[in-house]
């Protein structure tokens, strides 16, 4: 059973009205927020489920608008039902908009004494993840929350493996294990083969298909998949004591062509060109 962070336990003794919440993890740093707010709430870590302890929720996948903020300010309430504190939670996968920000701003300057906010932030790349959270916050927000960085004994060995390839993508996912399999079989020859970027394209073939099958909930898009993908497979070069010249080089491109597809270019054609770059 997952123990409370020592860095939040800390923190029982005296709460702060906001806090901001880091982590390799989102799926660590979900389970840390829910036993934090049921300790803060009712002394019980394990009640996560009540009226009292908000998780913020959006009809968007991928952020937290201006509506959902007002939502939770006025018509859930701030005031706790049964518990010391009403506890509102800001999940890490869903950004806040620059109007959301700035409305739940106004609320953090002037907290209520019955309500606490923790607003938690997973980084893009697991190695970075203290910086590139932190990057993602308003600084005006920052400042007025105190800030914990909740480590994880996350391992990481980029091994190839089912498991160690879901615990990069930081994915609640059990069912659909195997589905990866055929995903890190193309990285694998991919590694193998620098010069030859033709399996990038079965690698795109083969993330539709992961995605495809996933639920609805779970907020992964063809091209984060692929940047996932790449990421582990330039991550997995990097790591190698006698890397050679022409591996790293290619580990650079690969980051290139990442950054691209974030961007929002195709994943098609950034990895036709990258094809012809390193053929």
């Not at 959902?68 to 890490?92: H, W």
């Not at 700035?102 to 997973?122: D, M, Q």
């Not at 694998?188 to 639920?215: P, Y």
């Not at 990258?274 to 053929?279: A, D, G, K, R, Y």
Request: glycine share 2%.
């Amino acid at each position: 059973m997952t123990k409370l962070n020592k860095s939040l336990e800390k923190e029982l003794d005296g709460v702060f009205h906001a806090y901001l919440l880091f982590s390799n993890s989102s799926r660590e740093l979900i389970k840390q927020a829910k036993k934090f707010a049921g300790l803060i709430a009712f002394d019980d870590e394990s009640i996560d489920n009540h009226p009292d302890i908000k998780i913020v929720e959006s009809d968007n996948l991928r952020t937290l608008g201006v509506e959902d903020i007002r939502t939770v300010i006025t018509q859930d309430n701030l005031s706790p039902i049964e518990g010391r504190y009403k506890v509102v939670i800001f999940p890490p996968l869903k950004s806040l908009t620059e109007e959301a920000s700035n409305a739940l701003l106004k609320t953090i300057e002037e907290p209520s004494k019955t309500s606490v906010f923790l607003i938690l932030s997973t980084g893009n790349f697991w190695s970075h993840s203290r910086d590139d959270s932190n990057n993602m916050i308003l600084s005006t927000i920052k400042s007025r929350c105190r800030a914990i960085f909740v480590d994880t004994d996350k391992d990481i060995q980029f091994n190839y493996s089912n498991e160690d390839f879901i615990d990069f993508l930081d994915l609640e996912i059990f069912d659909e294990k195997q589905s990866f399999k055929k995903v890190l079989d193309v990285l694998t020859i991919q590694k193998k083969e620098l010069s030859n970027l033709i399996h990038s394209f079965s690698l795109i073939n083969e993330c539709k298909k992961v995605i495809d099958g996933l639920d609805d909930d779970v907020s992964l898009t063809l091209n984060s998949l692929i940047v996932r993908c790449l990421e582990y497979l330039t991550n997995s070069i990097i790591i190698q004591q006698n890397m050679s010249r022409e591996m790293y080089e290619f580990a650079v491109k690969v980051e290139i062509a990442m950054a691209d597809i974030s961007s929002g270019m195709r994943p098609q054609v950034v990895l036709s060109n990258l094809s012809l770059e390193v053929s």
